[in-house]
């Protein structure tokens, strides 16, 4: 008995190894990822200012921006500039009168600094020339590039020689171009 089982096992055991393959193929499956990226910009809504002298030195508050891509390889700038040239040149920020004709040449535009503080990672970006500013955006987190940041306006001080005194009465204003680009 013992050796019939033995003989049955010794049969059955190359029977079961002896499994062939009929068929072996590999299916290839693909999936892709759109590219995403936004930026918005909230502007506070009718941002006006009664210019006095109380006025110098002062910061105030005009937007809020926020951006995200979910691509770490790609680089953003973002770049604040003057929306039209003024006396005082190309690329500085200043608000200019308006009054009567819409535009008038013989008045003195007042200066402002833009400030771009980032509420991510606790940077600041200014020109202190009241000049165009530009910055990286995006703090990359694995694989996706996240910010959200404020937007300031900032007079200059009495200590800068800012006098809105010596400045004509009137309507002015002022008009900042915001640009988000990728490398």
Do not use: W
């Amino acid at each position: 008995m013992v050796l019939a089982c033995i003989v049955i096992g010794i049969l059955i055991v190359p029977t079961l190894s002896a499994q062939r393959n009929l068929f072996s193929e590999t299916i290839p499956l693909q999936g892709h990822i759109e590219l995403q990226e936004r930026f918005s910009l909230e502007v506070k809504p009718r941002v006006f200012f009664v210019l006095s002298q109380d006025m110098a030195g002062t910061t105030h508050e005009i937007a809020t921006y926020q951006f995200f891509s979910n691509s770490p390889e790609v680089a953003y700038q973002m770049r604040l500039s003057p929306g039209y040239v003024t006396q005082l040149g190309e690329g500085v920020f200043a608000f200019r009168n308006i009054s009567g004709t819409g535009g008038n040449s013989e008045t003195q535009p007042i200066p402002f600094k833009l400030s771009v503080v980032s509420q991510v990672h606790d940077s600041s970006s200014t020109n202190d020339a009241f000049r165009a500013v530009q910055k990286a955006i995006g703090l990359r987190d694995g694989s996706r590039s996240e910010e959200k940041g404020t937007i300031f306006v900032t007079f200059p001080s009495q200590s800068d020689g800012f006098n809105l005194q010596s400045f004509t009465f009137g309507t002015y204003e002022a008009s900042i171009a915001v640009e988000v680009s990728a490398d």
